[in-house]
């Protein structure tokens, strides 16, 4: 009776497959802020980094090189090359991991990346991440992304599905072409580099997920 998609890049497609517009009902993902917060303000709750270090984020499962954290492993080894204190956070499991840390090690990074598995305390750590990365190919409306805005975190992300519904480019932070590493790199450096440019774009991609949806506001509707 009706088709429910949670972006108009996700309608879009049905739409392309036949669908009739007027069956399909756009219900973004929503954000409990106020639960985010208080998980936000506490302490990782697991071994965790040295977050005065130059810190990136990746928030994607494991299971499938649609989240794209091979290229990220490749823009990682360029931003280090720059910012030789960089490091990368890979929050997430599935079966690709094993492949990933052997990737990590032939590009001589192993020991920036952090690999922390299925995490409870995913809000602790973007909240104290200078920046979080979405390099998939495929998206619909990114969780991992609305909670990197909540928790003040400037996002590159892939102008892919419904990822520029949510990342204004230059704004709230940097959209790039999937499969991209060299420009992942380049957006990624410059986020490290220039803490007034981060804060910035933390604090407007915060502002821009209070005016989202909430999950309230779509429960009641």
């Known amino acids: 009776t009706r ?32 639960v985010f917060d208080r998980a936000a303000a506490q302490a990782p709750n697991e071994t965790a980094p040295d977050f005065s270090k130059p810190t990136v984020a990746i928030v994607a499962n494991m299971h499938h090189p ?9 823009a990682m080894r360029q931003v280090i090359q720059e910012v ?7 929050v997430g499991d599935g079966v690709r991991r094993p492949l990933l840390e052997r990737q990590a090690e032939a590009l001589g990074i192993a020991g920036q990346c952090f690999f922390l598995g299925h995490r409870l305390d995913v809000p602790a750590l973007l909240a104290r991440s200078w920046c979080a990365v979405s390099a998939s190919y495929a998206e619909g409306i ?20 419904g990822n520029p519904e949510l990342v204004s480019d230059g704004a709230t932070g940097f959209l790039v072409p999937p499969a991209c590493a060299d420009l992942l790199a380049v957006r990624i450096r410059a986020l490290l580099v220039d803490r007034n440019l981060s804060r910035a774009m933390g604090i407007a ?16 509707a």
């Open 3 to 34: 088709v429910l998609v949670n972006a108009r890049a996700i309608r879009d497609l049905c739409v392309e497959d036949g669908v009739a517009p007027e069956r399909i009902s756009i219900v973004r993902n929503g954000l409990d802020l106020e």
């Open 66 to 74: 649609v989240k794209g954290q091979s290229d990220l492993l490749l």
């Open 84 to 90: 030789p204190d960089a490091q990368l956070l890979l």
């Open 142 to 161: 990114s969780n991992a992304i609305l909670e990197a805005m909540a928790a003040g975190a400037p996002v590159v992300a892939t102008a892919v599905g």
């Open 205 to 220: 991609g915060r502002r821009a997920v209070a005016r989202w949806p909430s999950t309230t506001r779509h429960a009641s």
